[in-house]
Each structure stands twice: as structure tokens, then as C-alpha cells.
């Protein structure tokens, strides 16, 4: 549920973005009542996804706040960065801003991680996940890169798509090929880091 929750967002944008594109007219009528004239047809399901988002993105923060009275920061990032790029979207009706949203999270996480083992010192996965695995301190720090390296690694591969393909194919994309992604890196993670761990236990 928690993963479900943390996905609200991406889930919303699709389900959107689908149901704007099997009733454009539809979604084109609500759009200019709300954003005006001179919204092509064929931009509604980008415009009306892209709100639901903004909308979404806040909602999850509203209910965080109200079930535990704190929110992480990234959540709070999030929140902006959807707002800039979705908001920037929404004004000037073009989708290209929206596109470069994941790209610029990706790449944000990835710096913030090798910017603060490089300038501070401080290795911000070890801190999210020590008090839960042991690890040699050379783990620690190759982990800590993989992490940086995929996050940009998935930036380039979001605006590859977004440029050589269909919108439809990158919303897919989007909500898709992230997690799956994602899932199999996490994957992949497990079984390099349960050498160590056995290491570790003996």
C-alpha cells in the first residue's frame, strides 16, 4: 500500500492522460473553460493528466500531513518540481516542460547523493539504510554511487524517449518502464548486496 500510495501521482497522470485520449472532445471542453482559448484538441490528454498531477501530488502531501503531522522532504521537492514543470505545462500549453519532470528529479536525486559524499562527506544511503543491513564501508560507497549513476542514468533514458517517441509511448513510459525499471535495479541490488551480507555474518 505504502508503494501504491508513493505512485499515487504517476497512477493519476496515466489514468488521465488514458481517459483524456478516449474522450478528447470532452477533455478539451473542460480545459478551455478552465485555461482558455487556443488549446489544440490533441494537447488536451497531456494538459488535463498533467493537472490531475499537480492536484495529486498536493492531495498526497494533505493526507501525509494528516496521518502523521510530518513530511519528508522529497515530497516536498516533489510537490515543487511538479508545480514549476506541470505549471509551466499548464501556462504555456506545451507538453515539453512536463517531460522534463522526471529528468530533473532523477537528476536531482542523483546529485544531491555524489554531492554530498563528494562536499560533505556523508553518504545519504548508508544514512537511510544502516539500521537495517551491515555493510563493509567500501559497500557503502559503491552503492551510494550505483544509486547516483541510475538516477542519471534514468534522466537520460526519460528525455530519449520523450524525444524519439510517440507522447502515448512516453506516458507509458513514464509509469511502466520507471517502475519496472526500478523494480529490476532494486532486484539487482538485493543480490549483490546479500554476497556482502553473507560475508558480513560469518
Given at each position: 500500500m505504502k508503494f501504491l500510495f508513493d505512485l499515487l501521482p504517476v497512477i493519476l497522470f496515466f489514468a488521465a492522460y488514458?481517459?483524456?485520449?478516449?474522450?478528447?472532445?470532452?477533455?478539451?471542453?473542460?480545459?478551455?473553460?478552465?485555461?482558455?482559448?487556443?488549446?489544440?484538441?490533441?494537447?488536451?490528454?497531456?494538459?488535463?493528466?498533467?493537472?490531475?498531477?499537480?492536484?495529486?501530488?498536493?492531495?498526497?502531501i494533505a493526507?501525509?500531513?494528516?496521518?502523521?503531522?510530518?513530511?519528508?522532504?522529497?515530497?516536498?521537492?516533489?510537490?515543487?518540481?511538479?508545480?514549476?514543470?506541470?505549471?509551466?505545462?499548464?501556462?504555456?500549453?506545451?507538453?515539453?516542460?512536463?517531460?522534463?519532470?522526471?529528468?530533473?528529479?532523477?537528476?536531482?536525486?542523483?546529485?544531491?547523493l555524489l554531492g554530498s559524499a563528494a562536499l560533505l562527506h556523508r553518504n545519504l544511503i548508508?544514512?537511510?539504510?544502516?539500521?537495517?543491513?551491515?555493510?563493509p564501508d567500501p559497500v557503502w560507497g559503491r552503492l551510494n554511487l550505483a544509486w547516483a549513476s541510475f538516477f542519471i542514468a534514468m534522466g537520460l533514458l526519460n528525455l530519449y524517449v520523450a524525444y524519439n517517441f510517440s507522447e502515448e509511448t512516453w506516458v507509458d513510459f513514464k509509469l511502466f518502464g520507471g517502475i519496472g525499471l526500478m523494480?529490476?535495479?532494486?532486484?539487482?541490488q538485493g543480490f549483490y548486496l546479500s554476497r556482502h551480507l553473507e560475508e558480513e555474518s560469518h
Open positions: 488514458k481517459l483524456g485520449g478516449a474522450h478528447p472532445e470532452a477533455a478539451h471542453a473542460l480545459l478551455s473553460g478552465w485555461l482558455g482559448d487556443g488549446i489544440a484538441v490533441t494537447q488536451a490528454p497531456i494538459l488535463i493528466a498533467t493537472a490531475v498531477a499537480i492536484a495529486a501530488t498536493a492531495l498526497q493526507l501525509v500531513w494528516l496521518r502523521h503531522r510530518k513530511v519528508d522532504t522529497m515530497l516536498w521537492v516533489s510537490l515543487a518540481i511538479i508545480t514549476v514543470f506541470g505549471g509551466a505545462t499548464l501556462f504555456f500549453h506545451n507538453p515539453t516542460f512536463i517531460k522534463w519532470k522526471p529528468t530533473a528529479l532523477y537528476w536531482l536525486f542523483g546529485c544531491v548508508r544514512n537511510m539504510l544502516e539500521a537495517q543491513i551491515r555493510l523494480l529490476a535495479f532494486v532486484l539487482g
